[in-house]
């Protein structure tokens, strides 16, 4: 990808988490799913600590507490919005081992062997090179230091699965987490980056929609699109299209059910080791 198309790109991100950043912290279940990914893998006192994407900080506050003050932790963010969220809160915290730094996380440089452990939760969706962004985290870490972080199956949120399917039958691609696809993807995706021990837990979830939103969901261009740029929909040709949301409708209609629609919101919390 050129860098123009990088920088639309990040503008797009920039745009919709500065704009969500103040609610942020409203959703339970990022602090949630964020507080369980470190709390299951965490690090030990005197650990040197990377948070990706690390938003309004949830995960950095608590590696500040546990690594205490022999340890170190950065939290990187592409938004001001989150990352104003984050400061925000670190004067009456009183943490002075943590710091926040603005940073594209498939970009950004660190010594290499610099962090025993590196966290990026909720945010790994929007990598749009997943395997050298993989290899460049790699090289951070230190030798038996552990990565974590969240990923989604193919099978999570209706409207992606539905969509994928029918592009990929039209021959078009629909990237949001096809790299962590399945488990097998997964494991292939880390090994290929060059981890060693890749442990790999299902957390199964999801809850029911109405058949309203359902039938509301087909993705429009122009409309956020995390880990693929241009948007999947821009080089479609119109006749194509109209055939890819009809079809699209038609499952989404073969899957409605008189409580709605299940959406699936099952995440890996993936921990590999260098
Ligand atoms: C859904 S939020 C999750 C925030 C936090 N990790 C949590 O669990 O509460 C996703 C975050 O990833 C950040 N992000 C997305 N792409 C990024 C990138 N390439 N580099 C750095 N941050 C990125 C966004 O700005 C946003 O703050």
């Given at each position: 990808m050129n860098s123009k198309d990088l920088q639309a790109y990040h503008k797009h991100v920039t745009d919709v988490y500065d704009e969500r950043s103040s609610k942020h912290d409203n959703s339970q279940w990022h602090r949630a799913t964020a507080l369980k990914l470190i709390n299951d893998m965490p690090p030990k006192s005197g650990d040197v600590v990377l948070d990706i994407?690390?938003?309004?900080g949830t995960i950095a506050y608590r590696a500040a507490s546990l690594v205490g003050p022999n340890g170190r932790v950065v939290g990187i963010d592409l938004s001001t919005g989150m990352l104003n969220q984050a400061k925000a809160r670190l004067a009456e915290s009183g943490f002075d081992n943590l710091e926040f730094v603005l940073a594209d996380a498939e970009q950004v440089s660190f010594p290499d062997?610099?962090?025993d452990r590196m966290y990026c939760a909720s945010?790994?969706?929007?990598?749009?090179d997943p395997l050298s962004t993989l290899r460049r985290w790699h090289r951070f870490l230190k030798p038996d230091g552990i990565l974590g972080f969240h990923a989604q199956p193919e099978t999570s949120y209706f409207w992606v699965r539905e969509a994928r399917k029918v592009f990929k039958r039209h021959g078009y691609p629909y990237l949001i987490n096809d790299a962590t696809a399945t488990i097998e993807k997964s494991e292939k995706l880390l090994k290929d980056a060059g981890y060693r021990a890749v442990d790999i837990r299902v957390e199964e979830s999801g809850f029911y929609k109405s058949a309203e939103d359902a039938r509301n969901s087909w993705i429009q261009a122009g409309s956020f699109f995390p880990g693929?740029?241009?948007?999947?929909?821009?080089?479609?040709p119109p006749d194509v299209l109209a055939q890819c949301k009809q079809e699209y409708e038609e499952n989404i209609e073969a899957l409605i059910t008189e409580k709605g629609i299940w959406n699936d919101i099952s995440m890996y919390y993936i921990y590999a080791r260098k």
């Open positions: 994407g690390t938003g309004t062997n610099r962090f945010a790994f969706f929007c990598i749009l693929q740029y241009p948007h999947p929909v821009t080089n479609v």
